[in-house]
């Protein structure tokens, strides 16, 4: 029995997903899936302020179709619960596109419902790297943990660094960043002298920074989902005195997001870390975004509030070229390839993967005009996905 009714509403969801744009009528509807509540309710939040920044700085009808976005609150890391909405809005609301995900469990569940309504389905933060290669119908603008981690590793023996120990968040980003670390730090010809996964629900850092301390290595190479979790480590990493002794902290930009710095204070000074958007780039493109989204939202945007922005930027280019009428195939096939001038610099959708390529810089934590910046100092143009 419950075989059959999956079937039925598998049948259903693809039979709408060939009427539902003349269902639509005048209107493009966008089913957001984000975490709006509960521990990375900012991930939600910076998600669709992004969109909507968007739409503020470009309006929001594109080819004579009005832009509508539906909003689905995830609660967090709920792979059901991704499901269930996804179905809804395929079902119910009638979405031309799903997008949003902040975290890689709810975008890995809602694979299947893409795959079987043939409904584009954009990831915006979401970067575990597989992702993209379990739907068709799933393209990425926001990152893979080892595009902004490889770069990372390669700069820390560059400048001198030999002995690292890794902390990572126990799920699949934190894997890939460990994973991606490892083996280009011990490719240059470093050594890990240690390595620790920490949980992603309600972790207690001081015992695992404390493990770090005690093994005395150059550097600690952090990866943990932006927000609460960041400002714990951060908090026990200041704590457990490790920065005192001589303890350098590298990390991906997640644990110095420009949403959460002021809140770090100043024990994030100096804090060397790799990503690919910084609120300090310098470009008139991110010019216009910082504008729009302070219009949207007093907070500071970050990397997510880019990728939500860019996201859009992919989608109204989609509908440009499909004059309006949205084919989930023919729209995956506009996505291939696609070029933006975005807020983080140049950015391409590459065309056998679906996955972003784009610069990847090394920065470091300042002050600027009295204020916390992550500030670019090098950078690693054109970077993949490396396992890709």
């Known amino acids: 029995m419950k075989r059959s009714i999956v079937r039925g509403a598998a049948a259903l969801a693809a039979a709408l997903a060939c009427t539902c744009a003349l269902a639509a009528g005048n209107t493009i509807k966008i089913g957001v899936i984000a975490e709006m509540s509960g521990t990375f309710a900012d991930f939600g939040q910076q998600i669709t302020n992004g969109a909507k920044a968007y739409m503020k700085a470009n309006g929001d009808t594109v080819a004579g179709k009005k832009i509508e976005l539906i909003v689905k609150d995830v609660t967090g890391p709920a792979?059901?619960?991704?499901?269930?909405?996804?179905?809804?809005?395929?079902?119910?609301?009638?979405?031309?596109?799903?997008?949003?995900?902040?975290?890689?469990?709810?975008?890995?569940?809602?694979?299947?419902?893409?795959?079987?309504?043939?409904?584009?389905?954009?990831?915006?933060?979401?970067?575990?790297?597989?992702?993209?290669?379990?739907?068709?119908?799933?393209?990425?603008?926001?990152?893979?943990?080892?595009?902004?981690?490889?770069?990372?590793?390669?700069?820390?023996?560059?400048?001198?660094?030999?002995?690292?120990?890794?902390?990572?968040?126990?799920?699949?980003?934190?894997?890939?960043?460990?994973?991606?670390?490892?083996?280009?730090?011990?490719?240059?010809?470093?050594?890990?002298?240690?390595?620790?996964?920490?949980?992603?629900?309600?972790?207690?850092?001081?015992?695992?920074?404390?493990?770090?301390?005690?093994?005395?290595?150059?550097?600690?190479?952090?990866?943990?989902?932006?927000?609460?979790?960041?400002?714990?480590?951060?908090k026990a990493y200041s704590e457990r005195g490790l920065d005192k002794a001589g303890i350098r902290l590298l990390t991906t930009g997640d644990l110095t997001e420009d949403g959460i710095l002021e809140a770090l204070g100043d024990h994030a000074l100096g804090v060397i870390s790799t990503h690919h958007y910084s609120m300090a780039h310098d470009s008139p493109e991110n010019k216009a975004f910082l504008a729009a989204y302070a219009q949207i939202s007093p907070q500071r945007p970050n990397f997510m509030a880019v990728g939500a922005w860019d996201g859009m930027a992919a989608i109204y280019e989609v509908v440009r070229k499909l004059n309006g009428n949205i084919d989930g195939d023919k729209a995956m096939q506009a996505f291939k390839g696609m070029k933006i001038k975005s807020p983080r610099g140049p950015l391409e959708i590459d065309a056998d993967t679906r996955d972003v390529v784009q610069t990847v810089y090394v920065r470091e934590v300042k002050k600027v005009g009295g204020k916390l910046y992550n500030v670019e100092f090098d950078q690693f143009p054109h970077v993949k996905d490396p396992g890709k």
Not at 98 to 124: C, D, Q, R
Not at 164 to 185: I, N
Request: charged residues 20%; proline residues 8%; glycine residues 8%.
């Open 79 to 234: 792979p059901d619960v991704a499901k269930r909405l996804a179905q809804e809005l395929v079902v119910k609301d009638e979405v031309d596109f799903i997008v949003g995900f902040g975290l890689t469990p709810n975008a890995l569940a809602v694979a299947s419902v893409a795959t079987e309504a043939k409904k584009p389905t954009v990831i915006m933060n979401a970067a575990t790297s597989i992702i993209t290669t379990k739907s068709p119908y799933m393209v990425r603008t926001s990152m893979t943990l080892p595009q902004v981690t490889e770069p990372m590793a390669q700069w820390a023996y560059k400048s001198g660094v030999r002995k690292v120990y890794t902390v990572v968040a126990d799920y699949g980003p934190g894997h890939d960043a460990e994973k991606a670390f490892r083996g280009a730090f011990t490719k240059a010809g470093g050594e890990i002298v240690g390595d620790v996964r920490v949980p992603l629900k309600n972790p207690e850092f001081g015992p695992f920074v404390q493990r770090v301390k005690d093994a005395k290595p150059q550097a600690v190479f952090v990866f943990m989902p932006a927000g609460e979790l960041a400002l714990g480590f951060m």
